[in-house]
């Protein structure tokens, strides 16, 4: 798929999900520590916590903005109102008057809008939770090994589970398969305007926290899949902050989008090497997540596991917060000295905290 | 001590400490889960997740309040100001003038403010970082057996700690003697106006965050110590929620507040039991908290220590937080149908996280 310049989402996008986010999604508080401030010698670091976000990820956040539109593109299509109609009931504050009267077309009957969506972690949580919360029917597609508690808590928040088989079925095609036969469309993981914009609201309310004790971040440190996060983020920071340094931060063995940025070039990886942060195994990142992160002129660091674990038993002890460990990594690239932050005003960003208990327990001892 | 009705703080105290600690503290989000609510049968259950206040629980408030108002008057004690002279300084918005102008009286010089406390635990953390903060020297006088960690944590935080013999000594009267040595005052850790006007801030942001998204609580849920924290929150629900229930939770053993409570007299225990939660540990609890609690009509339940570990693990796994004992016995009350929630709005305070790893792992298995 060429990239339209229209496609890529702008600030404008970000602040216009905020609004559809209000007391929807949870405002995450900034947490900082004189101790971590002592170890790593910056002036201050300032963590966002979005593991306490719904479903215990960020993911939540672009998948509610992206099924809001949807259920009123959906919606209007059935009643036959154009795009044209539709976007002259949007104000100038980018306020949608279209979500609150329903009721004035209580009388026309019309199938329930429907999404596919294939992931075997948070996305699939976020996807799911968002549906239930609007009425939506979600198809999350999973493979048939993925952990039996995924599985279930998805199926919990009212998602229906088609599992398949990852030796020989592709994932890309059910999900297509599903979508043409229900009429739904297939929500991506991170390559999409609205799952971007919708994620850069955690930046926002950074920046919006920050201005607020009168501080400016001198470096954003986000963990990186497919980037979605992290672009998002960016929105927000290169207008906004625009002297802000960047940093998207991967695992060892899925480094695709460090590699990407220096090259200026998407890169993909093998992507099959073991890792802990199972979050982030993504082998490619996307053209839009691409387009955003190098204008932002980001550039990647790379951890390991082992120091992945230090930082969520540091995490745990100085923060009380479960951190998975693809949620870990920036603050993992922090406390191993992988970023120059001496003396700089840091956001950290801690993305999710859906880790099994076994796994967090053998990282305290 | 005799009960002076001047000395039981109002909403308008709470208020005033809620200005002193904007942008200070953390305001701590509200967090939910559907789960929870199916699982309890509630209409919706709020959590508010203290652990991520500074220094791991509610404590810094109150003892941020205390400081800040100790550190004024020792200022204009020392340059001569009046107590009536000082009021005046105040606006009818509650705004302190004072504050924000040390540098008119630059040039006169003397001795740092002083503060004495006794804890082994969050009120001595919550004290030494307030002291670090507002510039005040702080002695925080400890058992000599108190975990290692602890003393070290307070150190870092810039605390003088002084060790005692538990056997064989008061730390009620070396506290009094430190005092007096140092023309110091003596931080007690709940009975105290401003104390519990500073832990009440957590209750007002509650009261307000449900206002925002326009839901009203039936039931708040609290630990209970002292009842410092119970009482300040309960001065913002009993002047504003008045329909509000009103529930404190104790361990196991240390029931005393819910004897008082029953008895509509202040009722000491024995308090040397084991219980899993140290910072509930509290033989009496306090002439002010008592006042508050009884005028507010709150009870007390019982929770025990296999309670308390399950909620731990549910606040993990549904909430990615780390939550010490002690400041999961609201969560525990909850979860083991110590209390009806059928139907109702519910928030539970989740007031802490300084728990050592071995316990927490411990938890999760």
């Known amino acids: ?13 970000v602040i216009a999900a905020q609004g559809r986010l209000l007391n929807v999604a949870v405002r995450t508080p900034l947490v900082r520590s004189e101790r971590l401030n002592a170890l790593t010698g910056a002036a201050d670091i300032y963590l966002k916590p979005e593991m306490l976000q719904r479903t215990g990820s960020f993911k939540f956040r672009g998948a509610y903005n992206r099924l809001l539109l949807y259920a009123h593109e959906h919606r209007n299509q059935h009643l036959g109102i154009t795009p044209e109609a539709a976007a002259g009931a949007h104000d100038h504050q980018g306020h949608d008057h279209t979500q609150h009267d329903h ?18 972690g948070n996305h699939a949580q976020g996807v799911a939770a968002a549906a239930q919360m609007l009425g939506i029917n979600a198809a999350i597609v999973m493979p048939s090994d993925a952990p039996a508690l995924k599985i279930a808590r998805t199926k919990e ?9 990852r030796a020989t079925e592709s994932r890309e095609e059910i999900a297509e398969r599903l979508a043409t036969e229900r009429d739904a469309i297939v929500v991506p993981s991170f390559n999409d305007p609205h799952i971007i914009a919708g994620q850069g609201t955690a930046g926002l309310e950074i920046i919006e926290d920050l201005c607020m004790i009168g501080t400016v971040a001198d470096m954003f440190i986000c963990c990186c899949g497919g980037g979605g996060l992290a672009s998002g983020c960016a929105l927000g920071f290169e207008s906004l902050v625009p002297d802000c340094e960047m940093i998207v931060v991967e695992p060892e063995h899925y480094d695709d989008v460090t590699r990407s940025l220096a090259a200026d070039d998407i890169i993909g990886i093998d992507g099959y090497a073991p890792t802990l942060c199972d979050a982030l195994q993504t082998p490619k990142m996307g053209e839009l997540t691409f387009a955003i992160l190098s204008s932002a002129g980001a550039r990647g660091v790379v951890v390991t596991d082992a120091e992945v674990k230090q930082a969520m038993k540091f995490a745990f002890e100085e923060f009380k917060l479960v951190v998975e460990p693809g949620g870990a990594v920036a603050l993992a690239a922090v406390m191993a000295g992988k970023v120059d932050v001496k003396g700089k005003v840091v956001v950290v960003m801690l993305s999710g905290g859906n880790v099994d208990p076994a796994t967090f327990a053998a990282c305290l001892v």
Chains 1, 2 share one sequence.
């Open 1 to 13: 798929m060429e990239i339209h310049v229209t496609d890529i989402p702008t600030l404008d996008d």
């Open 157 to 165: 928040l009212g998602g229906e589970i088609i599992l398949y088989d």
């Open 103 to 120: 009721h004035h077309h209580s009388a026309v009957s019309y199938p329930p809008a429907s999404v596919v969506a294939f992931s075997s």
